[in-house]
């Protein structure tokens, strides 16, 4: 699977940006969708993932209510709605597509980027107080 993120920039404290992950090479059915963030000299962070066929999610604590991720089976496109921002969002944000590999799984095994085998250029988003 290749992945184009797009949709980081500079914004102000309070602010809305929506990101979005193209996706292209094979269907995605049987896919989840995943975005983590990095700032440099720290931790790769899980944001938020969507699973392609049902749509569930799941977000970090720290952008609950402020963050949805919702994808357009059409454009094979997942976006990441981002309202309310603060200056500890900023980071550079991946997208990443992990396979289900099992019959049984639970979207919250997908915070981990192990999970992840296709990852995208990342799309630096800075949130200015």
């Known amino acids: 699977v290749q992945l184009q993120a797009s949709g980081g920039g500079l914004v102000q404290a309070g602010d809305s940006l929506r990101l979005s992950c193209a996706a292209s090479?094979?269907?995605?059915?049987?896919?989840?969708m995943g975005w983590f963030r990095q700032d440099p000299g720290k931790a790769s962070e899980f944001v938020a993932a969507?699973?392609?066929?049902?749509?569930?999610?799941d977000y970090a604590d720290s952008v609950k209510g402020r963050f949805s991720m919702s994808r357009d089976n059409a454009r094979n496109t997942v976006y990441l709605q981002m309202n309310s921002l603060k200056p500890g969002d900023t980071a550079t944000y991946f997208c990443?597509?992990?396979?289900?590999?099992?019959?049984?799984?639970?979207?919250?095994?997908?915070?981990?980027?192990?999970?992840?085998?296709?990852w995208g250029q990342g799309t630096l988003v800075t949130v200015s107080s």
């Open positions: 990443a597509a992990a396979p289900i590999r099992s019959v049984i799984w639970s979207i919250t095994s997908f915070s981990r980027p192990d999970m992840y085998n296709s």
């Open positions: 090479g094979r269907p995605l059915g049987s896919y989840v």
């Open positions: 969507i699973s392609w066929s049902r749509g569930t999610t």
